[in-house]
């Protein structure tokens, strides 16, 4: 089993000339589509139109790409497809059902108020001249479900995988574990489905996922927006000969602790209970004072900017926008407290969008840090060292590696003790507030963001290097 792992994560994959049109265009007989990729979440949503009607698959929360769309092609969204009940971003279904009265849609064993039609497995959706067949794929999620899109002619041309099958890997089985459903056996769920929905496609049919490299929906996720069923046989994995308990062990061993928000957004998300986009933006983008700030009790500070250097309000929780900023900031912090946001000038409504992408709504406004410092108000400087200085003044001190167990199996520093990220929050009892504390990563990242979360809990003696392992070692 581990020298298939090793053979197909290696593989580089051959992608069909056709989609990669510009702008990630498709043009096929009698239809007309657009992925639309946003970075933050590695998350691909669809438009696909025929004859001016148009439906939108897995849409974000940030709805206005997809009218923008439908606006300049004179078309009209009709239908919106939810692939399951998503657990990493708040999808937008009820946003695009107000603004466009678009009927929502899912597929079996789906169970929400808002959806105005369950298609079943194998039955069909007419849209213009081409049609949508919904090919129920149960693993990830119990209601999973695939979209096979025909063309004018009925040849069947490609298949919206959701998180059921991404490049190079298959989605995770441990989200939707119930009292009376394991993680093995959405494996084994998920093992029928995609030997008996997906293996059997043409080769030719093109795999469009729900999700790209960097989601945490799925293992190891390779590069790629899009593949053939063909390379895929060749090159995924999971869909290798291979039986069932072995397939069960591969897909459901391993698996890295999910982020905590997920399980927040797969509940919001069955719900009707969470507002537009517009409406948050509306509220949170509101400048603060540094005084109005200080009088807010219990309140999360948290600071986006790229660098902290000049220093950072004092428990404040720094997560650069320039990095994975929904993922660490879902990982790390709960969604009960009220939020300020603390951003560089021009990027206040873009940290506002990408936290309430996730769930993160109740955001009260924004400061900026110069405002902040220039009241006078205390700040915390960030003790960032360059290698040697990281080095010498480790010796004794207590060392931390906050990078992930992967990263743990190419080498550690001596004495240093294993706290993935991720982990940090539930582990500060095994650090010692009395000594000095040393922090590493890969890069000097997640140190910087583990440096503000140590001080935000009362340790005062932390310090991380400011590049990654890799240089430290050199």
Known sequence: MIKILQKFNRTLYQFSKEVQLKQSETQGKGFYQQQIFTGCLAEYAYYIESNKEAIIIDPLRDIQPYLNIAKERGAKIKYVLLTHFHADFIAGHLSLQRETDAQIIMGPKANAPFINKVLNDNEYLKVGNVKIQALHTPGHTQESTCFLLYDEEGKQHSVYTGDTLFLGEVGRPDLAVKSDITQYDLASMLYASL??????????????????????????????????????????????????????????????????????????????????????????????????????QGIQIIDSRNSISDGFIPGSINVPLQIPFAHWVGTLLPHDREIVVVCEPGNEEQTIMRLSRIGYDNIVGYLHFEDWKSSGNPISKPT???????????????????????????????????????????????????????????????????HTLLIANGFTRVQYCKVGYDDIIK
């Open 195 to 296: 030997r008996q929905k997906i293996l059997g496609l043409p080769e030719d049919v093109i795999v469009f996922p729900g999700h790209g490299a960097g989601s945490a929906c799925g293992k190891n996720i390779s590069s790629g927006y899009s593949c053939t069923i063909g390379n895929q046989k060749k090159n995924n994995y999971a869909l290798q000969e291979m039986d069932q308990d072995t397939f069960v062990q591969l897909v459901a061993s391993d698996l890295p602790k999910p982020p905590q928000y997920f399980f927040y957004n797969a509940g919001l998300n069955k719900t009707n209970q969470f507002q537009d986009l517009n409406l948050i933006l509306k509220k949170a983008n509101t400048k603060l004072t540094p005084a109005k700030v200080i009088s807010r």
């Open 384 to 450: 960032e060292l360059e290698v040697q200085d990281f080095l010498k003044r480790s010796k004794l001190a207590q060392i931390v590696d906050v990078r992930t167990k992967e990263e743990w199996g190419k080498g550690i520093l001596k004495h240093a003790q294993l706290i993935t990220l991720s982990e940090l929050p539930q582990n500060l009892e095994k650090l010692d507030k009395l000594r000095d504390i040393s922090i590493y990563c890969g890069t000097g990242q997640r140190a910087k963001i583990a």
